[in-house]
């Protein structure tokens, strides 16, 4: 089972992205449900961040950077999380990273699973 991120790429300061994240599984068996999904980035020399997270239920917790231009939804029938950035700045470049704290799937549970990650380049 993977988390296959996609929809980063280069934006101008002030503008909005689009990222997604889907659990892909082997055709031999399908992931069942999702616990926790976030969001997190790494920009060039800093430490990994949490920027959005939420749970099967729909809560939904931010960092304060992002309050308020960011959104994060999902899609418990599709195991999808996106993350909807608006009013981006130079500062919110990054590679972002999707998580799933847990996932049942025909292999058993699988914990703490991330996706390849997608860069999302604000320019100024």
């Known amino acids: 089972v993977q988390l296959v991120e996609s929809g980063g790429g280069l934006v101008q300061a002030g503008g909005s992205l689009r990222v997604s994240c889907a659990a892909s599984a082997p055709a031999s068996g399908s992931v069942f449900s999702i616990g926790t999904m976030a969001w997190f980035r790494q920009a060039p020399g800093k430490q990994r961040e949490l920027v959005a997270s939420?749970?099967?239920?729909?809560?939904?917790e931010y960092a304060e950077s992002v309050k308020g231009r960011f959104t994060i939804s999902r899609d418990n029938a599709k195991n999808t999380v996106h993350l909807q950035m608006n009013s981006l700045t130079p500062e919110d470049t990054a590679v972002y990273y999707c998580?799933?704290?847990?996932?049942?799937?025909?292999?058993?549970?699988?914990?703490?699973?991330w996706g390849q990650g997608t860069q999302v380049t604000v320019s100024s």
């Open positions: 998580n799933a704290d847990r996932m049942t799937s025909s292999w058993g549970p699988l914990y703490d699973s």
């Open positions: 939420i749970t099967r239920d729909g809560y939904i």
